[in-house]
């Protein structure tokens, strides 16, 4: 059975720096898809970063150049580095999995089978 735990959510001023981490039981992320989404009250889920099956990834145009998606040697955990973080990142934030590729739809919620319980990011002006 798989299970995904976020962990390092917190509050931090405009400018500043988390790092989220996602373990992972009974998964893989180097041979699998897995991917980082967000979400604020009202609205649907976003995508913010995959790594792919390949270990290419994938960001969300808002996020580029400031957040990075990695994963660790053993690959069962998944981390989004975010830096320069504005008022706009506050969400809570999801890892999600699926076994075999994402490809060019990753930002897609319904194709992800596994997520964890999602983690509060938020970010003062």
């Known amino acids: 059975q798989v299970q995904l735990v976020e962990f390092g959510g917190g509050s931090v001023q405009a400018g500043g720096s988390l790092k989220l981490s996602c373990t992972a039981s009974?998964?893989?992320?180097?041979?699998?898809?897995g991917a980082w989404f967000r979400q604020t009250p009202g609205k649907a889920l976003e995508a913010v970063a995959a790594v792919h099956s390949n270990g290419s990834t994938t960001y969300t145009n808002s996020v580029k150049g400031r957040f990075t998606i990695s994963q660790d040697n053993a690959e069962t955990t998944l981390y989004l580095q975010m830096n320069s973080l504005e008022p706009d990142d506050t969400a809570i934030y999801y890892c999600?999995?699926?076994?075999?590729?994402?490809?060019?739809?990753?930002?897609?919620?319904?194709?992800?089978?596994?997520w964890g319980q999602g983690t509060q990011v938020t970010v003062s002006s």
């Open positions: 999600a999995a699926v076994f075999g590729s994402c490809g060019s739809t990753w930002y897609i919620p319904g194709q992800y089978r596994y």
């Open positions: 009974g998964y893989t992320f180097r041979r699998d898809c």
